[in-house]
């Protein structure tokens, strides 16, 4: 009969400092998170608290349970509800991912899989557009949508999505073709595969975490996007929810409802949530890896 194995001192001081250092570990990691999460607590609390409560009370915990200031925020003062502005939000938003996956997809795969002229500088010149502030486009795009008459529409917000203007996404799409073995893409036009048959059945789905990562991006940026529609849309009838939140905060009668600006604010909150969290798999694995696997 074999004896039990009794582990050495060395062995139990081993294991004694592992567990401690994974007690720190989880200590520390549990403390950054609450520091993190609490203004979002904080915010959910105020959704429920008074004015006077909001600004008196650091505590997250409301004293009663009142839904009046979602009732009344989404009413909103004006012949529109807050339902009619998420609708105008996702009616530009949701295009602009779509043509936005759509153009960088095409141009990644136009810089990684093929040799033309100039190749090199023309990338270059893309890469350097990442460089340029927003700012300095500004007042010639406004001309320019004055010009076609296009003002107070969606289209100056969309448009330039069809063109591959974002590339930061064409950049990270290009990097994850590049470490995609060109052997798939042989083995696909032996059997018959043209160029976008390539890309729609061998390349498409390995680029699923990078469209999802480039989707998350898109949909928050877009979504929070403020003086993109502060300039092109006039019309209270199109106000996204970033230019209704803005127009929540009653100044001509001086008394601001913080309640149900904080309770509009959460509720504008959730979309880009859900989606980070129902494809938070993906994302991390799009935004840390560069290629498949195996």
């Not at 194995?5 to 989880?26: Q, T």
């Not at 069809?162 to 073995?181: D, G, H, K, T, W």
Request: glycine share 4%; net charge positive; charged share 15%.
């Amino acid at each position: 009969m074999k004896a039990a194995y009794v582990p050495s001192a060395v062995e139990l001081r081993k294991r004694r400092k592992d567990a401690i250092s994974a007690i720190l570990r989880y200590v520390v990691l549990t403390l950054v998170a609450v520091v993190m999460i609490y203004p979002i607590l904080w915010l959910v609390g105020a959704t429920f608290k008074t004015n006077n409560e909001i600004f008196t009370s650091v505590s997250f915990i409301p004293k009663r349970i009142d839904f009046t200031p979602y009732i009344n925020g989404w009413n909103t003062r004006t012949k529109f509800t807050f339902a009619t502005f998420f609708m105008n939000t996702f009616s530009f938003v949701v295009p602009k991912i779509i043509f936005c996956l759509v153009s960088s997809t095409l141009v990644a795969y136009g810089f990684a899989r093929f040799e033309f002229p100039c190749k090199k500088l023309l990338f270059s010149l893309l890469m350097a557009t990442m460089f340029l502030p927003a700012v300095v486009t500004r007042i010639p795009l406004y001309i320019l949508w004055k010009q076609f008459g296009l003002l107070d529409t969606y289209v100056p917000l969309i448009a330039p999505t069809v063109f591959a203007n974002e590339p930061f996404f064409v950049f990270m799409l290009i990097q994850f073709l590049r470490s995609v073995p060109t052997y798939l893409d042989e083995a696909a036009i032996i059997d018959g595969c043209n160029s976008f048959g390539v890309l729609w059945r061998v390349l498409l789905p390995a680029l699923k975490p990078a469209l999802i990562s480039c989707t998350i991006f898109q949909f928050v940026w877009s979504f929070n996007d403020f003086l993109g529609p502060l300039i092109y849309v006039t019309s209270l009838a199109k106000y996204p929810v970033a230019l209704a939140l803005k127009m929540s905060i009653d100044q001509s009668s001086g008394i601001v409802e913080w309640n149900q600006i904080l309770a509009m604010s959460f509720l504008a909150l959730l979309p880009a949530l859900i989606l980070f969290f129902a494809a938070q798999k993906y994302f991390v694995e799009g935004v840390t890896s560069s290629g498949v696997k195996g």
